[in-house]
Nanobody
Framework: QVQLVESGGGLVQAGGSLRLSCAAS????????MGWFRQSPGKEREFVAA????????SYVDFVKGRFTISRDNAKNTVYLQMNNLNPEDTAVYYC??????????????????WGQGTQVTVSS
């Protein structure tokens, strides 16, 4: 019932910035916790950031704190990930996920019910 489509990925040099978008349809967007995850070849999908339905609460994994900002615009049914000061280790496919939950802001991949197809982010050195 919820479809998610990521966009905004691409190639950027180390130190550069990129803003990812995730557009949602088919659900009541404002009630969903939204998360950003990333995955590199041969590695498991890992948590990056999450935001509450209202946008009032956010959570970040340590290695992106101070560099990435998650936000949402419920009028546009869209969640964003602003990525600054990118480094090559940020290279991955970035996915957005959605879940309706009263359990805060989950960090576990299996807590999210809906997923987008992912968008590739490549950071060159």
């Amino acid at each position: 019932q919820v479809q998610l489509v990521e966009s905004g990925g691409g190639l950027v040099q180390a130190g550069g910035s990129l803003r990812l978008s995730c557009a949602a349809s088919g659900g009541t967007f404002r009630i969903y916790v939204m998360g950003w995850f990333r995955q590199s070849p041969g590695k498991e999908r890992e948590f990056v950031a999450a935001i509450s339905g209202s946008g009032g609460s956010t959570s970040y994994v340590d290695f992106v704190k101070g560099r990435f900002t998650i936000s949402r615009d419920n009028a546009k049914n869209t969640v964003y990930l602003q990525m600054n000061n990118l480094n090559p280790e940020d290279t991955a496919v970035y996915y957005c996920g959605a879940v309706w939950t009263r359990r805060g802001l989950p960090r576990a991949t299996n807590a999210y019910e809906y997923w987008g197809q992912g968008t590739q982010v490549t950071v060159s050195s």
